[in-house]
């Protein structure tokens, strides 16, 4: 199994800002992925972020507005740049750890721009 | 591609009833599917894994089938309880390395 924390747990910007959500798995991963769920929706994902390797984003997704960084086997941050209301959302950090096919998520980080 | 669906939309049941989530795929052809629980505002908490020669796995009150020439799944929750009211969400991997695809999800209440 894996255990993933992340922080923010939830926040609240101004628009035009930006914001960092950081995630730490408890073991080391390769396959991770950054998911939204904007409300009353179910998930949506952004990107998978493998260590060694750029992110690869989703359709409708673009590095500039959610650069991610993946520095390491265990630990990850997606950074919501210049934000408007639509991108409140609950965003959402998942690990495939290998040898098991049962994917894990974070608690989620409630991001609310006024 | 591969579309998942799931029915009802929404539930409310007593407490100690039996009851039967179900969710639907239109491509047959996956890897493996993946039911989880999400309470509001929350992360998923994975509940059971169905890989696609399994046809059911259990844990505790919960037991959940595949059948993937009819494209279904359904999570079966025996003696239900307050604690169970969340949204119940289904995910099917098409293949392995790929990423999953999501159900809408079933808001499941049960009343004491």
């Known amino acids: 199994s894996a255990v993933i924390s992340q922080k923010p747990s939830r926040d609240i910007c101004q628009r035009g800002t930006s914001l960092t959500i950081q995630c730490q798995v408890d073991s080391q991963v390769t396959m991770m992925f950054w998911y939204r769920q904007q409300p009353g929706q179910s998930l949506t994902l952004i990107a998978t972020a493998n260590q060694g390797s750029e992110a690869t984003y989703e359709s409708g997704f673009v590095i500039d507005k959610f650069p991610i960084s993946r520095p390491n086997l265990t630990f990850s941050t997606l950074t919501v740049s210049n934000m408007s209301p639509e991108d409140s959302s609950i965003y959402l950090c998942?690990?495939?750890?290998?040898?098991?096919?049962?994917?894990?998520f974070g608690p989620g980080t409630r991001l609310t721009v006024l | 591609k591969q579309e998942v669906t799931q029915i009802p939309a929404a539930l409310s049941v007593p407490e100690g009833e039996n009851l039967v989530l179900n969710c639907s795929f239109t491509?047959?052809?996956?890897?493996?599917l993946q039911w989880f629980r999400q309470d509001p505002g929350k992360g998923l908490t994975s509940l059971l894994l169905i890989q696609s020669s399994q046809r059911e796995q259990t844990s505790g009150r919960l037991n959940a089938s595949l059948d993937k020439s009819s494209g279904r799944s359904t999570l079966y929750i025996a003696a239900s309880q307050p604690g169970d009211s969340a949204t119940y969400l289904c995910a099917v991997r098409p293949n392995y390395g790929q990423n999953f695809v999501f159900g809408p999800g079933t808001r499941l209440s049960v009343l004491p």
């Open positions: 998942s690990v495939l750890p290998q040898a098991t096919d049962t994917q894990y």
């Open positions: 491509d047959s052809a996956i890897y493996n």
